[in-house]
């Protein structure tokens, strides 16, 4: 099958309309990684070249169910069970103490760009393992962009490459074995929400809140600097003050914010939202 031909123009439309929708910037370098990512949409769509498919998300009374599919076809759900270990267990302690110290209640966490389920099933793994807070006294809510990534999160199956840093012991205690894979257990599968939200769409963004962390790991490197910035003034609205922020270990805040303060500890660096009591 013939590739089918991208011009520059047709390929920065493109790239510009999914960067104002979903903030993911392809930078000119990218120009055949997005060609072959999206040959298949044209197939999908019946259109015959990139400007009809320009037309088609530009006008088309169905555009928004193909920018639904683009988000499945263009993020990058690379992840796995206890990532970043370091980041879960100042959950598993500091977050927990902290927030006893500021009365208690429901402990309310936030897995932001949660893939296929495992960050946000390894937080409710790490916050049972600790056994401080009872799971009625804490909620994760996790959520996506991409449609396919939450289908996946649904079935809670998961294989051998998604266990590449969960012990042994762990994986006995809450899966059981399926097919080729194993399904997360029941008593860890209803601690998480899942539903579908762009990290891009401030008011949706406020409304998770008041929230005591939020986890919002390796998504913010596929975004432009001002599109970060946009998406960390937002989670300032959701977190409580004094709320705790984790990003992946190649992102960094520093510069686009003054709302929160870094902590950095021999193993981990985290963000604490200003104006702590
Ligand atoms: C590499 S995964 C990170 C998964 C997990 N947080 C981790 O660190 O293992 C990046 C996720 O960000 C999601 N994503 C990309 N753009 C997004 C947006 N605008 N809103 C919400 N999620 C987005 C993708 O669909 C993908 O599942």
């Given at each position: 099958?013939?590739?089918?031909?991208?011009?520059?123009?047709?390929?920065?439309?493109?790239?510009?309309?999914?960067?104002?929708?979903?903030?993911?910037?392809?930078?000119?370098?990218?120009?055949?990684?997005?060609?072959?990512?999206?040959?298949?949409?044209?197939?999908?769509?019946?259109?015959?070249?990139?400007?009809?498919?320009?037309?088609?998300?530009?006008?088309?009374?169905?555009?928004?169910?193909?920018?639904?599919?683009?988000?499945?076809?263009?993020?990058?759900?690379?992840?796995?069970?206890?990532?970043?270990?370091?980041?879960?267990?100042?959950?598993?302690?500091?977050?927990?103490?902290?927030?006893?110290?500021?009365?208690?209640?429901?402990?309310?966490?936030?897995?932001?760009?949660?893939?296929?389920?495992?960050?946000?099933?390894?937080?409710?793994?790490?916050?049972?393992?600790?056994?401080?807070?009872?799971?009625?006294?804490?909620?994760?809510?996790?959520?996506?962009?991409?449609?396919?990534?939450?289908?996946?999160?649904?079935?809670?199956?998961?294989?051998?490459?998604?266990?590449?840093?969960?012990?042994?012991?762990?994986?006995?205690?809450?899966?059981?074995?399926?097919?080729?894979?194993?399904?997360?257990?029941?008593?860890?599968?209803?601690?998480?929400?899942?539903?579908?939200?762009?990290?891009?769409?401030?008011?949706?963004?406020?409304?998770?809140g008041k929230l005591d962390a939020i986890?919002?790991?390796?998504?913010?490197?596929?975004?432009?600097?001002?599109?970060?910035?946009?998406?960390v003034q937002?989670f300032a609205t959701a977190l409580r003050p004094g709320g705790f922020l984790?990003?992946?270990?190649?992102?960094?805040?520093?510069?686009?914010t003054?709302a929160y303060e870094?902590?950095?500890?021999?193993?981990?660096?985290?963000y604490r939202l200003k104006n702590a009591?």
């Open positions: 099958m013939a590739t089918t031909p991208i011009s520059e123009d047709e390929f920065r439309a493109i790239r510009d309309l999914i960067r104002e929708k979903f903030g993911i910037y392809y930078d000119d370098s990218k120009q055949f990684l997005l060609q072959s990512r999206l040959q298949t949409r044209l197939i999908k769509r019946s259109v015959p070249d990139f400007a009809s498919y320009v037309r088609f998300l530009q006008t088309d009374s169905e555009r928004e169910a193909e920018y639904s599919e683009l988000a499945s076809v263009l993020s990058n759900n690379e992840t796995y069970f206890f990532r970043e270990r370091a980041q879960l267990d100042i959950l598993a302690k500091d977050v927990v103490e902290d927030h006893y110290r500021h009365g208690g209640g429901v402990l309310k966490i936030w897995s932001a760009a949660c893939s296929t389920g495992e960050e946000p099933f390894s937080l409710a793994m790490m916050l049972l393992e600790g056994r401080r807070v009872p799971p009625s006294a804490f909620s994760i809510a996790a959520t996506d962009i991409s449609p396919r990534a939450l289908e996946r999160c649904a079935t809670a199956f998961y294989r051998e490459l998604s266990f590449r840093a969960t012990e042994p012991e762990v994986v006995q205690k809450y899966f059981k074995p399926f097919q080729e894979g194993f399904l997360i257990s029941d008593d860890v599968k209803r601690l998480v929400t899942f539903s579908r939200l762009n990290l891009l769409d401030e008011k949706a963004v406020a409304g998770m986890f919002c790991r390796n998504v913010l490197i596929y975004f432009d600097k001002p599109t970060q910035k946009k998406v937002a984790f990003l992946g270990h190649a992102e960094s805040i520093i510069r686009l003054d870094p902590v950095v500890t021999p193993k981990a660096i985290y009591n």
